[in-house]
């Protein structure tokens, strides 16, 4: 086993540490029986370095993607946790299930979505991934091969739900799925000036879609700051197309090094988002696509990460009360002016739940910011956090690769209780991670 270089998603992080790519379970128990320190990782694809560390051993999972059991009748499937989502989606709908909290990148695994605990396009209607979990096997050295669920071993379940692989290494994972409600997807799009008319239009299609999600410019000032597009998706009975045999090698943590050029700046990211909403205009405002396009949006539009080359990008996404919307995007509008900030992408969703430790979620308005990672990104993520803290937000520890102990604590009110209860569970921290001793748990 060589020491290699691993870097963190969006570019920031470069980890020197070990890879073992096991491809049985005796093979998987030994090595991390071995190790000093390890913590599993699927595809690589986390935008922190939440699956390697420093001299610590990454568990590559990605051998272990068999679906182990999978009930027709009912709708129940336990697949092992390095099954890509792309082979997961493709298994239940051609067999008339769909699961809809899902990435959208389809090399992501099973696995890394529990670690997170992730959101789809409909985080309102459908919830979280640990929403839809019935039961989890992990392993620990300590206490060997544990079964849990909302009535057994509750709470290694909810550590491990959104505990980012700290409590052992997923083996399977058994999930509850839904009916497929048609073979292709309607999608229709509504313009918005800003982004509180965009929230208004959100929430009052929130029912009759299954996907509700937007695309916003942050470049605009004044009362057309986040003018954009509102995409509402539902399940509509049409041609029934066949599903992408995925090409899971065209995305990887060394992205951004095959340019090395920075392509963005002030210039690019306006003319980007004029591009991108001029088709978005001038285009239909219903289409069919397939269920595919809809489930992994990013996938064949790879190269909006490489045009920010070897300086990366950093993505700030929280969550505030729906009462705070208009304060966090006078904020937001305030910040990146001060700052001068270029910003790629704004989005937004809306949310509804209970935050449980540091999982992505409570009720409110989702907006997501990407931008070049420069040192004034920094900085303005940094205001970002306390403007967030001033009105009550969370932002997503798994989207961002600088957020520390101190900041986290300000926002998630259960971040003592998560750490106190890792700790009392795996008291020699025998799972680590560079994101583990950043946030310090």
């Known amino acids: 086993m060589n020491r290699t270089i691993i870097n963190s998603f969006d570019g920031t992080e470069t980890i020197f540490g070990f890879i073992e790519r096991p491809e049985k379970y005796n093979h998987l128990f030994q090595a991390v029986k071995s190790s ?58 051609k067999r008339g299930w769909y699961f809809n909290v899902i990435p959208g990148y389809p090399s992501i695994t099973i696995g890394g979505c529990v670690a997170f605990n992730v959101h789809g396009k409909s985080q309102y209607n459908i919830g979280t991934f640990g929403d839809h979990i019935k039961e989890i ?37 058994t999930i509850v799925l839904s009916r497929l409600q048609g073979n292709i997807v309607l999608r229709q799009k509504v313009k918005c000036r800003n982004l509180s008319e965009a929230v208004e239009k959100m929430f009052s299609s929130k029912n009759e879609y299954e996907n509700v999600y937007s ?5 605009i000032s004044g009362k057309n700051f986040g003018r954009g ?51 978005e205009f001038i285009s239909p405002s219903f289409a069919t696509i397939r269920i595919a396009d809809s489930t992994f949006p990013i996938y064949g539009k790879e190269i909006y ?18 009462t705070a ?24 969703k809306i949310f509804k739940g209970e935050n449980k430790y ?14 070049p990672a420069t ?28 957020l520390n102990a101190r900041t986290i604590n300000g926002m998630y009110s259960q971040y003592g209780k998560f750490r106190s209860e890792l700790l009392k569970y795996d008291p020699g921290k025998y799972f680590t991670s560079s994101l583990r001793e950043r946030i310090e748990v």
């Open 375 to 402: 040192a004034k990104s920094q900085t303005f993520f940094s205001e970002m956090d306390n403007l967030a803290m001033r009105i009550n937000g969370i932002a997503n520890i798994s989207k961002d690769s600088r």
């Open 325 to 348: 919307a208009d304060e966090l995007f006078s904020g937001v509008q305030n910040l990146i002016k001060k700052f001068g900030i270029p910003v790629t992408l704004g989005s937004l």
């Open 36 to 93: 000093s320190g390890c913590i599993a990782r699927g595809a690589g694809l986390s935008y922190c370095a939440a699956g390697s560390g420093n001299e610590i051993t990454s568990i590559d999972m990605t051998k272990f993607n068999r679906i182990l059991m999978f009930d027709e009748t009912n709708g129940t499937i336990k697949v092992e946790s390095g099954l890509s989502v792309g082979d997961f989606i493709s298994f239940i709908v």
């Open 229 to 279: 597009i509102i995409y509402l998706e539902k399940f509509h009975q049409g041609t029934l197309t066949q599903f992408n045999e995925y090409n899971y090698t065209r995305f990887n943590t060394d992205f951004s090094k095959k340019t090395g050029i920075n392509f963005i700046n002030h210039f690019t990211a306006e003319l980007i988002c004029y591009l991108y909403y001029s088709k």
């Open 137 to 173: 096997t992990i392993f620990h050295p300590d206490y060997g091969e544990i079964i849990c669920s909302k009535s057994a071993n509750t709470d290694v379940f909810d550590l491990t739900i959104g505990g980012f692989g700290l409590t052992g290494v997923i083996l399977s994972v």
């Open 305 to 322: 990460y490489y045009l920010f080359g070897s300086q990366g990008f950093r993505e700030y996404q929280l969550i505030v009360p729906f």
């Open 215 to 219: 695309w916003n410019n942050l470049n």
């Open 358 to 371: 540091l999982s992505f979620c409570k009720d409110g308005v989702c907006l997501a910011i990407d931008v």
